[in-house]
Nanobody
Framework: QVQLVESGGGSVQAGGSLRLSCAAS????????MAWFRQAPGKEREGVAR????????YYVDSVKGRFTISQDSAKNTVYLQMNSLKPEDTAMYYC????????????????WGQGTQVTVSS
């Protein structure tokens, strides 16, 4: 089965950068959709960025467009989230997701979740 391990979280000042990594094992051809979600205290979990296998299909929530970049290294079965110009409102637990492309959604279906990595941005 698919297992996901996130890393790269930490504490930074506003305007700083972090690069999150998600190492996937057990990835199959049917597992063609990966995404990053986040959940801030007292808030619902929200999708941040998504990528399809091959790297051609990326999607970002409006609040991170121009600041975050999702990418993947197929050889390492790893997906990344480069976060620049971080803002205090980006503070959240960030979760990696892997699944299959969903025709009805911007995100993925039949998903697996990582345990999360904390990102804290101070003003």
């Amino acid at each position: 089965q698919v297992q996901l391990v996130e890393s790269g979280g930490g504490s930074v000042q506003a305007g700083g950068s972090l690069r999150l990594s998600c190492a996937a094992s057990g990835y199959t051809d049917s597992t063609n959709c990966m995404a990053w979600f986040r959940q801030a205290p007292g808030k619902e979990r929200e999708g941040v960025a998504r990528i399809y296998s091959g790297g051609g299909g990326t999607y970002y929530v409006d609040s991170v467009k121009g600041r975050f970049t999702i990418s993947q290294d197929s050889a390492k079965n790893t997906v990344y989230l480069q976060m620049n110009s971080l803002k205090p409102e980006d503070t959240a637990m960030y979760y990696c997701m892997a699944g299959r492309a969903a025709y009805y959604s911007d995100w993925c279906r039949d998903v697996y979740w990582g345990q999360g990595t904390q990102v804290t941005v101070s003003s």
